[in-house]
């Protein structure tokens, strides 16, 4: 804390400029010049100003700087044949002193950890100074040289498949770094990952006649060449039959031998190609299957054909693919074997034979995709995604279990993830394309923004219990740059469901023909997989006369973030780190928290929270100095890393020296509180878990239930709110201060399709009033089951009134209840039907908006809150919350309803009143007036806390103004102080409200019976306001801490639910009562709830009292009567036994002295103390008591009593001794805590 006093008056005006500039951020620089990048020149001086270090506020200040080092790489391609997988790396200055890393099991528990990338914990290979090296057994083990070249600009390097290829895993994860600080991809992303089985080569389709001639082959790449070139073999699948061509010298046994399904477990292994099984053998035209042992002739017939001699020969031959029987056309495998030709060589990998593009008619079936592997894989909503582009036109097939829903395609078609829709599902994505179910968008941004630009041909199927989708979109007006990928989603299902990228299509490509030779000619039609973001990321810091402030600046920033700092600028101290060649570090922060660092043990003790405020370009970091051992400003050295590899300064350079500093001006009688750091517990925020447990590890102040109608009413007019209360543990929450969300269903579909969640009697009223058919649907789809009523009918609609009418009755003023979320509609009340023609459409707005209104009526009390943003949502005030909330499509589409309208609700209105009924759902600012909320998609929460995903998490909590989310939430992981701890913490420090006492002014002086003006600056450093009218009060406490209840004085023109995200100016008066004595007492301040009349919210300052209020600064009450003493207060049981209390309190004040206190039971004085403690004896045990205290005044003053009920402690005896027992059942005596009620 810091109280500032003038020395000397300063002028009227110069106290009205000062206060505003507390108001208005200006700077008052002395210093004699100011470089055009910001950083100190050689004799600045420090600079006056208002700085809060916000990232917009460095500009107008000196500070010290560093940054990386600029990326001198460029882009990292990948390519490969049957036989090798080829790197490239392009660059500036190209060093020898570098590395590739290989994961070549796609395993993150084989291998070495490599920290630089995200997914780095499993590498198996490495290539350095030109040799191939095996992870091993704890160490790296040669494999011997690969062939390598490189020049200044580039690297290109040949590695043989047969050394690096795992039989667990298709996929290979690729990385490269140069001289330590060099990132390929970007330090903290993801390794480039490969499919390095699997990359269709699909070539073009070329009429082949079998007459024993090689001229019509002529365009066709051959699968496989003689080191010689003189004799090659070519091949292709087309029409379901396998196309061969063999052309050189010819032998007496020409033997063709087939692997039709890719496994060298079956068929015959030769030594020439271990991992290849041959099933089949065709020779001089004879088809010869490997059984038992022994080849096999099928007696099968084939077009075959051979001609020439010498190195002239020519084989040419075609055979069914139903007659080798394979598996699949992409299994097949082929080798070519003479007695003194083989194709390819020993020990290379056998040939694999590719398909030609199919021929597709949209049309349901799903034979002629069968030649095609799939591009990406899901779950069961969708399992399998083929798609490939042929002459302009994009084809793409679906398997899965459901896409009645709405199914979304999005297409990356021009290369670049940074452009288009980012959907947040893929650490890369850039949709420049959405194709919803057959209507065709354009990209407007990277927000959820698209142009509809036409419609793309689309089919939806049954076929062997799944359902199919195929649809064709012409594609030659769209902006394509090289290869096309993509991704499917339906609601938060996604295909590919890795979470990392699109996938690219079948393409259309020749077989690569590269040499390692230092000419990159070879590599200039291949597509990069990865280009490196060339950005720099910078370090700023200074202090102040408080504080040390800190902002990084750059891109793709998280929560990986760790400083150290050297605070007694002395490198002979602290941790010594390997990183900087100057590093004396006394302190770090890492997951948000400050440790000291501790000679003895060589250990890092945690200290406490700082202050961390980020996103995706910048992260503030402060720090009081106070906390680091610094008593003033003054010269101290900083080094960061984010990402566990990102350094700055750079390694190998000194740390940053920070001895720049401003000076905040503070204002002459102005208190300005310490900022505390810490998660607090507030009411109306965070988490919200399910109401029917308990077993949660996390701090919230919310629980969540939902009531279905079946229980709530199973007879009519007979509620069942008791059990229902009990069921959700009521008392349990209450009783430890928690607040109840709750949400009324009538439809909550499950597994059982018999089940119903309204009441037998309103089905029953239902069917007499609408017929069976009426009544409602029963519905069984994939994953939902249950009953959906006829939502039009006017008996329910009548009911539901009745309903609501009595849920008001109980829960309008009950002050245990914190909020509603208007439900009843559709499944789990989330104003949906899915899909809606099993489970029936959903009711027309002139419907929906009366079950809306039966809740506006009757809950006036509660803040209330819709799923999706209709006009009678923004007419009433009404908030929304996502159930959703993480999944980025959802996300992105439910922020953009609220934005710019439901784009939905035609669905339910008229056709003339569509364009109308958007417009009047547009409520951006509905966060305002009540709460945002929501839970996690797919009832799992901790992916969108982990490293990937938590910035994301964090932009959509700023984006939504989200006060609270659950009963999917986070709440149950168990508390530890790893990453994953720190980001709920962040997440949850964000959400809601976060009130902040900045400033405060007053006199220093003042009579009693006065009312003082009190300036205030407050700052909500939350996402959203207060919601409930709670008044700030403040009020004084003697110098021993008792409360004057009558100072206690509400400032009734501050309305907290105004206090939007920002700083706030208040005026506050304070009445000083008369009778008290007269010294120096504080000044408190606090947000009372109205219905304890107590504090009630947690400030984000300094100075907490017991009572829940915050002690301020101090003010002199100047009195000249004589008094009576202040009351005592916190009067507390230290100490109880079966026939005794042990008591204390806080003493009184007076201006004389305190001569003791009387102890009272009822109107006997049980003895008098001079000590603020007292013990009662032979009192019964197991009995409550109340006592009172009141203290006297050498003159013979009385204060107020104070009052408490204690009770002393059962007898707990052993067991078996003859007497009454209560022990527990282990023998031991039960503990007993007495409740306490103090007055």
Same mark, same amino acid.
């Given at each position: 804390m810091?109280?500032?006093?003038f ?9 009205i ?14 210093a ?11 004799e ?13 506020e ?10 990386t080092?600029g ?33 070549s ?11 630089n990338w ?5 590498i ?7 040799m ?5 057994d ?15 600009n ?5 590695i043989p498949?047969?050394?690096?290829i795992?039989?667990?895993s ?17 330090? +903290?992303?993801? @390794? ?10 699909i070539?073009?389709?070329?009429p082949?006649?079998?007459d ?8 066709i ?6 080191d ?6 070519s091949?292709?699948i ?19 031998l ?12 030769? /030594? ?11 020779r001089?035209?004879s088809?010869? $299957? ?16 051979q001609?020439?001699?010498g ?9 069914s693919?139903?007659?080798?029987m ?6 097949i495998?082929?080798?070519y074997?003479s007695?003194s030709?083989?194709l ?5 990998f ?6 030609v ?5 949209? !049309?349901?079936s799903y ?9 990406a894989? +899901? ?8 798609a490939?582009?042929k002459?302009?036109i ?5 398997v899965?279990?459901?896409f009645?829903q709405?199914?979304?395609?999005y ?6 993830s ?9 650490n890369?994505s850039g949709?420049?394309y959405?194709?919803q ?19 793309a041909?689309?089919i ?19 902006d394509?740059?090289g290869?096309?990928?993509?991704s ?6 996604? /295909? ?22 230092g000419?990159?000619l ?13 950005y720099?990321?910078?370090l ?6 408080n ?8 891109q793709d920033?998280?929560t990986?973030?760790l400083?150290?700092? !050297? ?5 002979e101290?602290?941790y010594?780190?390997?990183l ?6 006394d302190?770090k922060v890492?997951y948000?928290n ?16 700082i ?6 370009k910048y992260?503030?970091m402060?720090i009081y100095l106070?906390?680091?051992n $610094? ?5 101290? *050295?900083?080094?960061y890393?984010?990402?566990e ?9 000194? @740390?940053l020296?920070v001895?720049?500093s ?7 009688d102005?208190?300005y ?13 965070g988490?919200?878990p ?7 590890e ?7 239930a ?14 069942n ?7 959700n ?7 430890l ?9 009538l ?12 009441p037998d009697?309103?089905y ?17 789809? =994939?994953?939902? /089951?249950?009953?959906s009523?006829?939502?039009s009918?006017e008996v329910?609609?009548?009911e539901? *009134?009745?309903?609501i ?9 009950? =002050?245990r209840?914190?909020?509603i979320?208007?439900g009843?509609?559709g499944?789990?009340g989330e104003?949906h ?15 929906s908006d ?5 809740y ?19 007419q ?5 919350f996502?159930?959703?909330?993480g999944d ?6 439910w922020?953009?309803?609220a934005?710019t ?13 569509a364009?109308? /009924? %958007?417009?009047?759902?547009r ?10 909320a929501?839970?996690?998609a ?9 490293n ?8 959509l ?5 989200t ?11 168990n ?7 720190a980001? %709920? !913490? ?12 900045r ?6 002086e ?15 450093k939350?996402?959203?306001?207060f ?6 009060a ?8 008792n409360?004057?209840?009558?100072s206690?004085?509400i400032?009734n023109?501050?309305?907290v639910r ?6 706030i100016e ?12 007269k010294?120096?007492?504080s ?16 400030l ?5 009292r ?10 002199f009450?100047n009195?000249?009567a004589?008094t ?19 008591l ?6 007076d ?7 009387e ?21 019964l045990p ?9 203290? %006297? ?18 007898s ?18 039960d ?9």
């Amino acid at each position: 804390m810091n109280k500032v006093k003038f020395i000397s008056k300063v002028s009227a005006m110069l106290a009205i400029f000062l206060l505003i500039l507390q108001i208005y951020p200006c700077v008052m620089i002395y210093a004699d010049e100011v470089s055009e990048t910001g950083t100190p020149q050689e004799e600045s001086i420090t600079q006056s100003v208002y700085f809060k270090g916000y990232p917009e506020e460095w500009d107008s200040i000196t500070y010290n700087n560093a940054s990386t080092i600029g990326n001198k790489l460029e882009y990292l391609k990948v390519t490969q044949n049957d036989n090798y997988l080829y790197l490239y790396i392009s660059g500036t200055d190209i060093t020898s002193n570098y590395a590739f890393y290989l994961d070549s099991d796609d395993d993150p528990l084989t291998g070495t950890n490599i920290s630089n990338w995200r997914n780095s914990t499993g590498i198996d290979f490495k290539i350095f100074n030109g040799m191939l090296y095996k992870f091993s057994d704890g160490s790296w083990i040669s494999e011997g040289m690969v062939v390598l070249d490189q020049t200044n600009n580039f690297i290109e390097v040949a590695i043989p498949k047969h050394k690096i290829i795992s039989m667990q895993s298709n996929r290979i994860n690729v990385s490269f770094v140069m001289d330590n600080n060099f990132y390929l991809p970007n330090h +903290g992303l993801d @390794m480039v990952n490969v499919d390095i089985e699997k990359e269709q080569k699909i070539i073009s389709d070329f009429p082949i006649i079998i007459d024993g001639t090689a001229n019509d082959w002529s365009n066709i790449v051959p699968i496989a060449k003689s080191d010689n070139d003189q004799s090659y073999m070519s091949a292709f699948i087309n029409n379901d039959n396998l196309n061969v061509l063999y052309k050189g010298e010819l032998s007496v046994n020409n033997e063709f031998l087939i692997d039709t399904d890719n496994s060298p477990e079956s068929g015959l292994v030769s /030594a020439k190609w271990p991992l290849f099984g041959a099933d089949v053998l065709i020779r001089d035209g004879s088809i010869y $299957r490997w059984h038992a042992g022994d080849w096999i002739d099928t007696l099968s017939q084939l077009s075959y054909i051979q001609s020439g001699s010498g190195s002239n020969g020519v084989i040419e031959f075609s055979v069914s693919i139903g007659e080798l029987m394979s598996s699949s056309h992409s299994a097949i495998r082929l080798v070519y074997s003479s007695d003194s030709i083989s194709l390819p060589g020993e020990s290379k990998f056998p040939a694999r034979v590719y398909s030609v593009l199919p021929h597709i008619n949209v !049309d349901g079936s799903y034979s002629d995709w069968s030649i095609l592997e799939p591009i990406a894989y +899901g779950n069961s909503v969708v399992q399998s995604v083929y798609a490939f582009s042929k002459n302009q036109i994009l084809f793409i097939h679906g398997v899965g279990s459901d896409f009645s829903q709405e199914t979304n395609i999005y297409i990356n078609s021009d290369n670049n993830s940074n452009t288009g829709y980012q959907n947040g599902y893929y650490n890369a994505s850039g949709a420049d394309y959405l194709i919803q179910d057959s209507r065709v968008y354009r990209s407007t941004g990277s927000d959820w923004g698209w142009e509809r630009i036409g419609n793309a041909s689309r089919i939806v199927s049954n076929f062997d219990n799944n359902q199919l989708f195929e649809l064709s979109v012409d594609i030659s007006g769209w902006d394509v740059n090289g290869d096309i990928k993509l991704s499917i989603g339906v609601e938060e299902n996604y /295909a590919p469901v890795d979470g990392i990228d699109f996938k690219y299509i079948n393409y259309q490509s020749e077989i690569p023909n590269i040499s390692i030779d230092g000419e990159d000619l070879d590599w200039q039609n291949i597509r990069p997989l990865v280009e490196v973001d060339q950005y720099s990321t910078e370090l700023f810091a200074v202090q102040d006369q408080n504080r040390l402030y800190t902002l990084i600046k750059g891109q793709d920033l998280d929560t990986r973030n760790l400083y150290y700092i !050297d605070s007694d600028n002395n490198p002979e101290t602290g941790y010594q780190s390997s990183l900087w060649i100057d590093a004396g570090a006394d302190y770090k922060v890492e997951y948000n928290n400050l440790y000291q660092y501790v000679e003895e043990g060589s250990t890092w003790i945690k200290k406490s929270p700082i202050m961390i405020e980020l996103d995706k370009k910048y992260i503030m970091m402060q720090i009081y100095l106070e906390d680091i051992n $610094r008593t003033i400003p003054g010269e101290l *050295k900083i080094g960061y890393v984010g990402k566990e590899s990102s350094h700055i300064p750079s390694i190998g350079l000194n @740390m940053l020296n920070v001895d720049t500093s401003i000076h905040n001006i503070e204002l002459e009688d102005t208190f300005y509180p310490k900022e505390s750091f810490q998660l607090l517990e507030n009411p109306f925020i965070g988490w919200s878990p399910w109401a029917n447990r308990t077993d949660y590890e996390q701090p919230f102040t919310l629980v969540y239930a939902n009531f279905n109608w079946r229980d709530i009413e199973p007879s009519k007019g007979e509620y069942n709110w008791s059990e229902l209360e009990t069921r959700n543990n009521f008392d349990y929450w209450t009783n430890l201060g928690k607040k109840i969300n709750l949400r009324i269903v009538l439809d909550k579909p499950s597994d059982d399709p018999q089940h119903m969640d309204i009441p037998d009697w309103l089905y029953d009223e239902l069917v007499a009033a609408e017929g069976a058919s009426g009544a409602g649907i029963w519905y069984n789809t =994939p994953g939902r /089951a249950g009953f959906s009523p006829n939502y039009s009918s006017e008996v329910l609609i009548e009911e539901h *009134k009745r309903l609501i009418q009595a849920f008001a009755n109980r829960y309008n003023n009950d =002050p245990r209840v914190s909020y509603i979320q208007i439900g009843s509609l559709g499944h789990w009340g989330e104003f949906h039907n899915y899909p809606e023609e099993a489970a029936g459409k959903f009711p027309n707005v002139n419907v929906s908006d009366q079950y809306v209104q039966h809740y506006v009526t009757y809950i006036t009390n509660k803040k209330l809150a819709m799923r999706k943003p209709f006009p009678i949502a923004a007419q009433n005030g009404i908030g929304l919350f996502n159930d959703a909330f993480g999944d980025s499509q959802s996300s992105e589409k439910w922020l953009n309803w609220a934005n710019t309208g439901w784009d939905g609700i035609t669905d339910y209105v008229a056709e003339e009143e569509a364009a109308n /009924a %958007i417009l009047q759902s547009r409520m951006p600012d509905y966060w305002k007036t009540s709460f945002s909320a929501g839970e996690f998609a797919k009832g799992e929460s901790i992916p969108y806390f982990e490293n990937e995903k938590v910035m994301d998490t964090m932009t959509l909590i700023k984006k939504s103004h989200t006060s609270w989310l659950g009963p999917a939430s986070p709440a149950s992981y168990n508390r530890s102080d790893d990453g994953v701890q720190a980001n %709920i !913490d962040l997440i949850q420090k964000k959400m809601g409200y976060r009130l902040l006492l900045r400033s405060i002014n007053h006199v220093s002086e003042v009579e009693v019976g006065e009312t003082i003006q009190l300036s205030s600056v407050w700052e909500n450093k939350g996402v959203a306001p207060f919601y409930y009218d709670w008044p700030v009060a403040v009020a004084v406490a003697d110098p021993n801490g008792n409360l004057i209840e009558s100072s206690i004085t509400i400032s009734n023109g501050i309305d907290v639910r105004e206090w939007l995200p920002g700083e706030i100016e208040e005026s506050m008066e304070l009445l000083v009562p008369t009778g008290i004595p007269k010294g120096n007492y504080s000044i408190l301040t606090a947000i009372l709830d109205p219905n304890e009349n107590k504090p009630g919210v947690e400030l984000a300052i300094e100075g907490k009292r017991l009572d829940g209020w915050y002690e301020l600064d101090q003010i002199f009450v100047n009195n000249d009567a004589d008094t009576i003493p202040t009351k005592p207060s916190l009067l507390r049981e230290t100490n109880s036994t079966t026939s005794t209390i042990e008591l204390s309190w806080n003493p009184s004040f007076d201006d004389g002295s305190i001569t003791g206190y009387e102890i009272y039971q009822g109107d006997e004085l049980l003895g008098t103390t001079s000590e603020p403690m007292y013990r009662i004896n032979n009192l019964l045990p197991d009995t409550s008591y109340t006592f009172m205290i009141r203290s %006297i005044d050498s003159t013979g003053n009385y204060s107020e009593g104070i009052y408490g009920t204690f009770s002393t402690s059962k007898s707990n005896l052993l067991k078996n001794s003859g007497f009454e027992t209560y022990t527990g059942s282990n023998g031991a005596a039960d503990e007993w805590t007495p409740n306490v009620t103090s007055g």
